[in-house]
Each structure stands twice: as structure tokens, then as C-alpha cells.
């Protein structure tokens, strides 16, 4: 069975005192301070910035479905199910295989237009709520099956957090899901450049820098402590947070003592949490699931789409009847069918309902059902979590840097953006791509856009090139 692709890319900081002491459910703040002036970094200003903050966008309340402690993959299942044959469920959230990625939101829009069609009478009126992957996936089908289909889209575009922008950019810039990852288990890659989007391999061997510039090497510590806490939690009766696993194993019980490098073997742990812990979740190790956290372990098969993701859409939603920037805030259904309430104080009916939006937007409530959800679909709702990874794009005149690694890592303290990826070795063209996530995420979208860029050319001064050398 081939492996899926994650919908977003890496992440940044966690606070390893933070696991010396006690710990609770709840997120474990960070000790880094929010800029509230702006400091003057050395790195130059760049041409062209794009910024995402999805945590504060309405109509996604996050990046991604992630395991929180507690859930299990048979929550996925319970959301995934129809009630009534009336209302059906699609989405990554939904997803029995790689959930909180492309194809497992793809692989969840074709289940739920197979359970209409089980059900409905040829002809039938059916109204998807989502013109992201998993809904245009479904609409298609079900058009392709001789239905009458109405797609509703609270954005003024297709693709939901697959978002492609050009403008102003010398390649097709992606601010949600990137990399195709494990190309050599999974279909994407090939789908992608049948539709002629280009892909460019992408080694994910990172060059690792401490925050005076320093090129270090990566110790092993941090990814043998975090699999040691995994498998101690394996063997426990009940479902512990990643975090409370590495304090109750003893693994995070590592030495604070720097060596010559400047560097502790508990800043190893701190780096791993950064890089890579986060990478598939969004979310803080107090948050994870122990028992279902994501598969963490690099791979050297991942590819960088750098043709346009949104092309994945484009050939599905051709000819579409699609209802663009209009939000659905109530489903109501009985007997006889379905009727959607709009923003606009309008009503639509249909026969059925496929609702695809993120799990975020059904955790906040911003749809009314009625009769309300059956138990299962609420307790799903609660038990997942939705993580949130932000992304910074730079565009510069000329490389501040003189590196040709692609990937770039920072370790040695908390740093909001942990990992950077380089597009110049890639393209030509000098622009990076920096990524923060979880807590860090959340506190900086709060900020405003220039105090947000101020914090990512502060967390790239360790790439600076020095003078002479």
C-alpha cells in the first residue's frame, strides 16, 4: 500500500525544561518573547514576502487533523460516516489512511461519493459543502456518475489549503502543502507530472547551524529519546501525550551540561521536538498522542512541487457548478432531504449532503446541525485535534547566504522558525521558505505582518555569510 503525502511542511520550538516538571494535558507555553518593537535585523529586507496564518482563518481553524492523547483511528471512522443516508462526511480528518494529507483527503472525497451513490437515486441533487480536494474529488465523481451537483466554497477560489500564488513570484509558490513525500510508495508524483507540474527531488539531509552560525553535526539523542519514549508508551494501558511518554520513560532525562560546541545533549531532544516531532502534527508533545503520533522518520524520496499544486484541482473542477464565497452555516435535514441555511440568509435544498470542511471548523462549531450530529460524530469532533504550521516566503534580490544546502535546521534554543528551505540550489531564484508551528504558530499570528517578518529575518541570521570567508 503506497504512503500518502503530508499537507504541510515542518515546524519550530518546544521548551525541553518544560519536561522536568510536572506536566499537564494542557499546551506547555514557550518562554519566547512576542516582538512588540521592531528590531533591526542584519539580514536585508526581502523584494516579495507571502505569509500564511491559518490558525486565524475562518474557514480552515488550522492546518491539519493530527492525534491528539486519546483519539483513535476509529474516531476518523466514526466522522466518516453518514447519518440518516443524508448527511456524509469527507475530508483529511476522515481519512482511515494517512489522515492530514493530500491523498488521504483525495482518498476520503471518492469514499463519501461512493456511499451517495449506494444510496441515491440516479439524478439526485447533491450539494457538497468544501471546494477543496477531498469536495471537487467528490463532485467529480458523482457528476462523472450522472448526479446534479452543486459545490458551495466559503472562499472566493477552489482548493481550500492547497493554495498556489504566482503573482509577483518567479515560480508558483505554495502556501499550504508543498512536498509530494515517500514518492517511492505513493502515485502523486507521477499524477502531478502527467498534469505537467514540475517536481524537483528534494534530500531532506539538513544543514544544522546553532544560533551564533555554527555548522554542527546532528547527534543522534534527540530521535533515540523520542523513540525510546514511544516504545515505553506502546506498552502502557492507556494513551499518555508524547511529552508526559519522555518524562515517564526517563528519556528525557538527558545532561544540560554544554560542550564545545556550546551545544547539551537535552538541546538534541529540543531539536528533534522542532524539526521533526512536529513535522507531521502541528501540534506541542503535550498535545500528541503517544500511541498515534505521526511517523516521523526522514525519508530521501520527497519531491518539491514547483509547478503549481492547485493543478491537482483544475482538470476535476472544470465544469463544475460552483458557488463561490459563500459560507454554509447550518444543515438540516430529515426524511425528505437536506436544506442549507447561507451566510447571505439564503436556503438551498438537495437530496443529500456531502459537508468537507476541515476538522477546525467543526471543532468551533461554525455549522449548526439539525438535528444535532449523533454522539459518535460529536466525540470524534472533540477527540482529534488540529494542529496549525505557518509558512513564511522571502523573495531577495541577491543570497545573503553562501550555503547550497537545501534544508536548513537551527539548534540550541527555542527558535519560532526552526527550519528553512532553500530554493536557490533548487531554481535559481533566491527565495526561502521558512516554517513555524504549533504553539509557536498560534502566539505568532497574533502578530502583524511586519512584526511577523521581523521574527523570521531575526531566526535567519545564523545563515548570514561572513565577510571573507
Not at 39 to 44: A, D, H, I
Not at 113 to 132: F, L, M
Request: hydrophobic share 45%; proline share 6%; with cysteine.
Amino acid at each position: 500500500m503506497k504512503r500518502r503525502t503530508f499537507l504541510l511542511g515542518t515546524a519550530s520550538g518546544f521548551s525541553v525544561l518544560a519536561l522536568a516538571a510536572c506536566v499537564s494535558p494542557a499546551p506547555v507555553p514557550t518562554t519566547s518573547p512576542t516582538p512588540t518593537t521592531l528590531t533591526p535585523s542584519l539580514v536585508p529586507q526581502p523584494l516579495t514576502v507571502s505569509r500564511t496564518n491559518w490558525s486565524a482563518d475562518p474557514f480552515s481553524r488550522g492546518s491539519f487533523s493530527y492525534a491528539a492523547v486519546g483519539a483513535t483511528p476509529e474516531h476518523r471512522a466514526a466522522l466518516g460516516q453518514a447519518v440518516d443516508a443524508r448527511v456524509f462526511f469527507a475530508g483529511e480528518a476522515t481519512a482511515a489512511d494517512e489522515p492530514g494529507t493530500v491523498q488521504g483527503a483525495r482518498a476520503s472525497g471518492l469514499l463519501a461519493a461512493s456511499q451517495v451513490r449506494d444510496v441515491a437515486a440516479p439524478g439526485e441533487r447533491i450539494t457538497i459543502v468544501g471546494a477543496g480536494i477531498a469536495g471537487i474529488t467528490a463532485a467529480r465523481q458523482l457528476v462523472n456518475d450522472g448526479f446534479n451537483v452543486v459545490v458551495i466554497e466559503a472562499r472566493d477560489r477552489i482548493g481550500g489549503r492547497i493554495d498556489t500564488v504566482s503573482d509577483d513570484w518567479p515560480f508558483p509558490i505554495e502556501r499550504g502543502p508543498s512536498f509530494v513525500h515517500n514518492t517511492s510508495d505513493n502515485f502523486l508524483d507521477d499524477e502531478l507530472t502527467a498534469l505537467g507540474v514540475k517536481l524537483l527531488p528534494f534530500v531532506r539531509t539538513p544543514e544544522v547551524r546553532t544560533r551564533a552560525g555554527a555548522i554542527v553535526e546532528v547527534s543522534p539523542l534527540g530521535t533515540q529519546a523520542v523513540a525510546g519514549a514511544l516504545s515505553w508508551a506502546a506498552n502502557q494501558q492507556q494513551d499518555v501525550s508524547v511529552e508526559r511518554a519522555l518524562v515517564d520513560s526517563g528519556e528525557a532525562s538527558l545532561s544540560k551540561t554544554p560542550n564545545a560546541e556550546g551545544l547539551s545533549d537535552a538541546d538534541w531532544l529540543e531539536y528533534e521536538i522542532a524539526t521533526k516531532l512536529k513535522v507531521g502534527t502541528g501540534a506541542t508533545p503535550s498535545q500528541q498522542s503517544a500511541w498515534y503520533t505521526a511517523d516521523i522518520a526522514s525519508t530521501d524520496d520527497d519531491q518539491l512541487v514547483v509547478g503549481g499544486y492547485s493543478t491537482l484541482l483544475a482538470s476535476d473542477a472544470e465544469g463544475l457548478d460552483l458557488l463561490l464565497s459563500n459560507v454554509v452555516n447550518r444543515v438540516a435535514h430529515d426524511d425528505r432531504g437536506v436544506s442549507l441555511r447561507l451566510g447571505t440568509g439564503e436556503s438551498l435544498s438537495a437530496d443529500r449532503v456531502i459537508v468537507t470542511v476541515p476538522l477546525g471548523v467543526l471543532k468551533d462549531a461554525a455549522i449548526e446541525f439539525s438535528p444535532a450530529l449523533p454522539f459518535a460524530h460529536r466525540g470524534a469532533i472533540g477527540a482529534l485535534g488540529m494542529g496549525v504550521v505557518d509558512k513564511i516566503w522571502l523573495r531577495f534580490d541577491v543570497p545573503f547566504w553562501d550555503t547550497e544546502a537545501r534544508l536548513w535546521t537551527i539548534v540550541g534554543e527555542d527558535a519560532d522558525f526552526a527550519v528553512w528551505v532553500n530554493m536557490m540550489p533548487l531554481t535559481g531564484e533566491p527565495v526561502l521558505m521558512g516554517l513555524i508551528a504549533a504553539e509557536n504558530a498560534t502566539r505568532l499570528s497574533e502578530l502583524d505582518d511586519d512584526e511577523f517578518l521581523a521574527a523570521a529575518l531575526t531566526a535567519l541570521e545564523p545563515f548570514l555569510a561572513v565577510p571573507g570567508q
